[in-house]
Nanobody
Framework: QVQLVESGGGLVQPGDSLRLSCTAS????????MGWFRQAPAKGREFVAT????????YYADSVKGRFTISRGNAKNTVYLQMNSLKPEDTAVYYC????????????????WGQGTQVTVSS
């Protein structure tokens, strides 16, 4: 059974940084893609960033480009989301997701999801 577990969320002030982690178990994702999505209160879930294991390619939402970085850990079952220059509008529950094959920004293409970790940016 595939499980994705996120960690690293918390309460920070505007301008601060956080690093989220996603650890996968149950299968190896070395030929797949992993992504981060987020859902703010009273809003739909939206794409944040995605990473493709084979090519190392990444893709970001315009709203986080230049501030967030998705990367893999040394073990091929961990993905990080480094979030810098956080803004109040980044407040959301952040979800890790995984899919077979190429990376994508469409939520519906992702097969596996974590439970989410809360990120709150407030002064």
């Amino acid at each position: 059974q595939v499980q994705l577990v996120e960690s690293g969320g918390g309460l920070v002030q505007p301008g601060d940084s956080l690093r989220l982690s996603c650890t996968a178990s149950g299968r190896t994702f070395s030929s797949d893609a992993m992504g981060w999505f987020r859902q703010a209160p009273a809003k739909g879930r939206e794409f944040v960033a995605t990473f493709e294991w084979i090519s190392g390619s990444t893709y970001y939402a315009d709203s986080v480009k230049g501030r967030f970085t998705i990367s893999r850990g040394n073990a091929k079952n961990t993905v990080y989301l480094q979030m810098n220059s956080l803004k109040p509008e980044d407040t959301a529950v952040y979800y890790c997701a995984a899919k077979r094959g190429r990376f994508a920004n469409a939520m519906a293409l992702y097969e596996y999801w974590g439970q989410g970790t809360q990120v709150t940016v407030s002064s």
